[in-house]
T-cell receptor
Framework: RKEVEQDPGPFNVPEGATVAFNCTYS??????FFWYRQDCRKEPKLLMS???SGNEDGRFTAQLNRASQYISLLIRDSKLSDSATYLC????????????FGQGTELSVKP | DVKVTQSSRYLVKRTGEKVFLECVQD?????MFWYRQDPGLGLRLIYF???????EKGDIPEGYSVSREKKERFSLILESASTNQTSMYLC??????????????FGEGSRLTVL
């Protein structure tokens, strides 16, 4: 079983749609969580951290469920510019802060 | 603006050649990392370094070595390139975050093709 698993997609949605991505992790010692965004042929960049209480940044909402060991990212009112691959990332404190990346979920927003 | 610079965007090498991939960061970060990214496999950690002259193996170190002689520079070396090392190589740096690794800043990547 992979340490961090994501549905690779692609998710094809129309502009204005709401779309949600889930990510599961296997190591219960995982302590911090992130979503990174990677545009086509570009490097990954931090989108947002994920906090236990859930957090929101504009149209983006991240949630953490420790009991079920999954993280989610919700995008409301999708824009064409949201088209990218979204990477779920988990920080393993008990391994010196090692970051484990999921394989990414591809999102394509269509006009 | 934070900057991680990788020396080559595209390289084509032959099997058995020695390959150097250079990475320089201008943010005075302690931590530096080398990943490779392949379709369906995501980013996999090759080597990382938390300080000058220090290196740790990641998940897939076989066939690779690294060098960190200066804080700002982290080099990845393929002693004898093989076709299964054809990939996108991404360098990243970070400052230590609370309890672990802070935000990673990536370079633009080096796409290596081994023929």
């Amino acid at each position: 079983r992979k340490e961090v698993e994501q549905d690779p997609g692609p998710f094809n949605v129309p502009e204005g749609a709401t779309v949600a991505f889930n990510c599961t992790y296997s190591n219960s010692a995982s302590q911090s969580f992130f979503w990174y965004r990677q545009d086509c042929r570009k490097e990954p960049k931090l989108l947002m951290s994920v906090y236990s209480s859930g957090n929101e940044d504009g149209r983006f909402t991240a949630q953490l469920n420790r009991a079920s060991q999954y993280i989610s990212l919700l995008i409301r009112d999708s824009k064409l510019s949201d088209s990218a691959t979204y990477l779920c990332v988990v920080n393993l404190y008990n391994q010196g802060g090692k970051l484990i990346f999921g394989q990414g979920t591809e999102l394509s927003v269509k006009p | 603006d934070v900057k991680v610079t990788q020396s080559s965007r595209y390289l084509v090498k032959r099997t058995g050649e020695k390959v150097f991939l250079e990475c320089v960061q201008d943010m005075d970060h302690e931590n530096m990392f080398w990943y490779r990214q392949d379709p369906g496999l995501g980013l996999r950690l090759i080597y990382f370094s938390y300080d000058v002259k220090m290196k740790e193996k990641g998940d897939i170190p076989e066939g690779y070595s690294v060098s960190r002689e200066k804080k700002e520079r982290f080099s990845l070396i393929l002693e004898s390139a093989s076709t299964n090392q054809t990939s996108m190589y991404l360098c990243a740096s970070s400052s230590p975050g609370l309890g672990g690794t802070g935000e990673l800043f990536f370079g633009e990547g080096s796409r290596l093709t081994v023929l």
